[in-house]
């Protein structure tokens, strides 16, 4: 936060005009124009993460934190009713000698979702789930994050159809939708083969020496409530059976939710909140169906997790704030015009990877893909032509500079709420 108000303060304010296409708005190439000094406050820097509830992304940021909270107490009653340990027992029961094919089919699953149909937000909620597993087989909270969370992130960036990179962008571009998928999924086959090396290697090394983790002090509750000695008793009740085969039903239709809203655009829309609300009521029915305790109980154990997530929230209300920070500031359009004079004599090659650094640093500040797509694809799709880079290469060098950042930057809210939920 206050890296981006010094920015505001160095870098000149200055404004592209904009216009509305499609209910969409994005930046009219060669209308830049400096406006001077911006009164903006050094004070407003540290109030930003409240200002967004106000601005133009507040129903963004609040979808988030409603997302969040639904979540975080969802799993506190699924830990407490004993359904998580059931169900993460069978699972190593049934996986047990073959745990590494069971990770490299969890990471087809995320990553090709991601890269098909754009999914990344939509599946935090099954990643708690996907850490459970990964302590209950002997590895580590990491282990799990690379299987849900980084296999999410990757597959957004290996885009084969990713409607929010790979559309938006090509449909900026002057580009046939979805062309040159047979390169896209040459580079989603690489990027899956160079993911599960990484993975299995630093799950290997788990294993056998579990105090090589990086995480395996945080870890040790974990360790505690998810071993393979804890749910011995819990495997033969017929109730914690029941409750999970009932929560496996609302997973389904969570599932149906992300590809729907692949299809129908309505769906879309609500679809981050319609997964929490299914999460939300399926926690509170197996917890009833499992019968651990009376249902005042149950709302104690939903509240006492929502509560324990609220340090996640105000992070992410300081990660939205850093655009807010630089939108106010008026710098953000200086920047994409600096780079636009800079990139006039390029060589396509080093224009290509100009373009890929200019959309990480970018992505600092923006996390939404068909944002940043709005924001820079009308300014340097004809830049690249006149430096003898195609189009094509200009999306797929966008396209992975918004993705392989997702699960690197504190600012993506996403990253943060996967994070705070791996407690």
């Given at each position: 936060?206050?890296?981006?108000?010094?920015?505001?303060?160095?870098?000149?304010?200055?404004?592209?005009?904009?216009?509305?296409?499609?209910?969409?708005?994005?930046?009219?190439?060669?209308?830049?124009?400096?406006?001077?000094?911006?009164?903006?406050?050094?004070?407003?820097?540290?109030?930003?993460?409240?200002?967004?509830?106000?601005?133009?992304?507040?129903?963004?940021?609040?979808?988030?934190?409603?997302?969040?909270?639904?979540?975080?107490?969802?799993?506190?009653?699924?830990?407490?009713?004993?359904?998580?340990?059931?169900?993460?027992?069978?699972?190593?029961?049934?996986?047990?000698?073959?745990?590494?094919?069971?990770?490299?089919?969890?990471?087809?699953?995320?990553?090709?979702?991601?890269?098909?149909?754009?999914?990344?937000?939509?599946?935090?909620?099954?990643?708690?789930?996907?850490?459970?597993?990964?302590?209950?087989?002997?590895?580590?909270?990491?282990?799990?994050?690379?299987?849900?969370?980084?296999?999410?992130?990757?597959?957004?960036?290996?885009?084969?159809?990713?409607?929010?990179?790979?559309?938006?962008?090509?449909?900026?571009?002057?580009?046939?939708?979805?062309?040159?998928?047979?390169?896209?999924?040459?580079?989603?086959?690489?990027?899956?083969?160079?993911?599960?090396?990484?993975?299995?290697?630093?799950?290997?090394?788990?294993?056998?020496?579990?105090?090589?983790?990086?995480?395996?002090?945080?870890?040790?509750?974990?360790?505690?409530?998810?071993?393979?000695?804890?749910?011995?008793?819990?495997?033969?009740?017929?109730?914690?059976?029941?409750?999970?085969?009932?929560?496996?039903?609302?997973?389904?239709?969570?599932?149906?939710?992300?590809?729907?809203?692949?299809?129908?655009?309505?769906?879309?829309?609500?679809?981050?909140?319609l997964i929490g609300?299914?999460?939300?009521?399926?926690?509170?029915?197996?917890?009833?169906?499992?019968?651990?305790?009376?249902?005042?109980?149950?709302?104690?154990?939903?509240?006492?997790?929502?509560?324990?997530?609220?340090?996640?929230?105000?992070?992410?209300?300081?990660?939205?704030?850093?655009?807010?920070?630089?939108?106010?500031?008026?710098?953000?359009?200086?920047?994409?015009?600096?780079?636009?004079?800079?990139?006039?004599?390029?060589?396509?090659y080093v224009a290509?990877?100009?373009?890929?650094?200019?959309?990480?640093?970018?992505?600092?500040?923006?996390?939404?893909?068909?944002?940043?797509?709005?924001?820079?694809?009308?300014?340097?799709?004809?830049?690249?032509?006149?430096?003898?880079?195609?189009?094509?290469?200009?999306?797929?060098?966008?396209?992975?500079?918004?993705?392989?950042?997702?699960?690197?930057?504190?600012?993506?809210?996403?990253?943060?709420?996967?994070l705070g939920l791996?407690?």
């Open positions: 936060m206050l890296a981006a108000g010094i920015l505001t303060r160095v870098i000149p304010a200055g404004q592209f005009a904009r216009v509305i296409n499609d209910g969409r708005e994005s930046i009219v190439p060669g209308s830049y124009k400096a406006i001077g000094q911006v009164d903006y406050p050094i004070w407003r820097w540290v109030t930003a993460p409240f200002e967004v509830l106000a601005g133009p992304d507040a129903a963004t940021v609040i979808v988030i934190i409603v997302f969040l909270l639904m979540v975080g107490g969802s799993i506190a009653i699924l830990e407490k009713s004993g359904m998580l340990g059931y169900s993460m027992q069978r699972l190593v029961d049934r996986f047990s000698q073959h745990k590494y094919r069971l990770m490299a089919v969890m990471v087809f699953f995320f990553m090709l979702l991601g890269a098909l149909i754009g999914t990344f937000e939509e599946m935090i909620a099954l990643v708690p789930l996907a850490i459970t597993l990964a302590i209950s087989l002997g590895w580590d909270s990491l282990s799990g994050l690379g299987m849900s969370l980084l296999a999410a992130g990757f597959g957004f960036a290996a885009a084969i159809s990713n409607p929010f990179t790979v559309g938006v962008a090509q449909r900026l571009a002057g580009l046939p939708a979805f062309s040159g998928v047979l390169y896209r999924l040459l580079v989603f086959t690489v990027v899956y083969a160079l993911l599960i090396v990484f993975l299995q290697k630093h799950a290997h090394k788990v294993e056998k020496d579990p105090t090589s983790s990086p995480v395996y002090t945080e870890d040790s509750s974990l360790r505690a409530k998810f071993t393979n000695t804890t749910f011995t008793q819990q495997t033969e009740q017929p109730a914690l059976k029941r409750a999970t085969r009932a929560f496996g039903i609302f997973l389904a239709l969570m599932l149906a939710v992300i590809v729907l809203g692949f299809i129908v655009t309505p769906i879309a829309d609500i679809s981050l909140p609300l299914l999460f939300l009521v399926g926690a509170l029915l197996a917890g009833q169906i499992s019968g651990y305790d009376k249902f005042s109980v149950i709302m104690k154990d939903l509240f006492k997790g929502m509560v324990g997530i609220l340090p996640a929230i105000l992070l992410i209300l300081m990660a939205m704030s850093v655009k807010h920070i630089m939108t106010a500031g008026k710098t953000m359009d200086t920047i994409l015009f600096y780079a636009s004079e800079r990139m006039g004599g390029m060589s396509p290509g990877i100009f373009i890929y650094v200019l959309i990480l640093f970018l992505e600092f500040f923006i996390s939404s893909g068909s944002a940043k797509a709005f924001l820079v694809i009308p300014i340097i799709a004809p830049l690249v032509d006149l430096v003898g880079l195609t189009r094509q290469s200009a999306v797929l060098a966008f396209t992975f500079g918004d993705g392989f950042s997702n699960v690197f930057f504190p600012t993506n809210a996403a990253l943060l709420i996967a791996t407690v």
